[in-house]
C-alpha cells in the first residue's frame, strides 16, 4: 500500500448490496494479498464482512459493557493509552473467563441485569462492606436481600 520496492502486493475489491428497490443498503472496500478471482471474491468478501464484525462487536462490548473503551482509547502521549487499554483487555478477558467458570458469577451479573449494572453493584457494595469470600460478595449481589455473613 505504498510506493517502495519492499511493498507487498495486494489486492482490492468492493462489496456493494442493493435492497429490492436498488437501494444501496450495504457498501465496502477490501485490501488483501490473496488472489481476488471470481471464484475466490464472494469467500473473501464473506471473511471481510465477518472481520470487520466480530471487531465491530468487540469494540461496542467493550464501549458499552462497563469497560467505557471508545474506538479512539488507543490515542494519547507515548504508551500511556496502550497500556490502559491492554489493561482493559485484561480485565474483559478476566470477566469472560469469570463468566464461563463461575455459575456465582453468572448468577450476579443476570442478576443485575446488564453487565455494566453488575459492576455498579460490585463498586458500591465493596465501599461498605467487607466480604469473608469472593461467594458471599457475589451472592449478596445477586441478592440484594442478602445479609454478608
Known sequence: MRDTKDALIVNGFSVEILNAKGRRTYHNSFVTDLPVTA???????A???ARWKIKNETFNVLKTGGYNLEHNFGHG???????????????????????????????????????YRFFEHLRTITAYIVFP???DLLAAIADLNARPP
Open 39 to 45: 471464484e475466490t471474491v464472494a469467500d473473501l468478501a
Open 47 to 49: 471473511c471481510g464482512r
Open 77 to 115: 502521549k507515548k504508551t500511556l493509552a496502550n497500556l490502559l487499554v491492554v489493561l482493559n483487555l485484561l480485565v474483559f478477558s478476566f470477566h469472560a473467563v469469570a463468566h464461563f467458570s463461575a455459575l456465582a458469577w453468572r448468577n450476579a451479573v443476570a442478576a443485575r441485569g446488564a453487565s
Open 133 to 135: 469470600t469472593w461467594d
